[in-house]
């Protein structure tokens, strides 16, 4: 059972910055794909940045360019350097990881509230 834990959300203001963190109860160099999703209220999920095996890096339109992805595998954890954020970045998010070996697997963290508003 693969258990991923996130932390670092919370209320900030418009320019400002936060670091989320995900870390995993196993090897994340198991994981196929991890990364990062937000739901805001009243809307859909929408990916927000993935990181895959080999290092190769993958953001969304409305992020590029003011977030980063990023691992520590010797520290199990999935980073999310947020800059520049706005209020329209207002969202729950959740830390992803997918395993393709030996059983594919889906899994999901508990999500954590990031509020951008002065």
């Known amino acids: 059972q693969v258990q991923l834990v996130e932390s670092g959300g919370g209320l900030v203001q418009p320019g400002g910055s936060l670091r989320l963190s995900c870390a995993a109860s196993?090897?994340?160099?198991?994981?196929?794909?991890m990364g990062w999703y937000r739901q805001a209220p009243g809307k859909q999920s929408e990916l927000v940045a993935t990181?895959?095996?080999?290092?190769?890096?993958n953001y969304a339109d409305t992020v590029k360019g003011r977030f980063t992805i990023s691992r520590d595998n010797s520290k199990e954890t999935v980073y999310l350097q947020m800059n520049s954020l706005k209020p329209e970045d207002t969202a729950v998010y959740y830390c992803?990881?997918?395993?393709?070996?030996?059983?594919?697997?889906?899994?999901w963290g508990q999500g954590t509230q990031v509020t951008v508003s002065s």
């Open positions: 992803n990881a997918l395993r393709l070996i030996p059983t594919p697997s889906d899994n």
């Open positions: 196993g090897s994340i160099g198991s994981f196929a794909r």
């Open positions: 990181i895959i095996s080999g290092g190769t890096t």
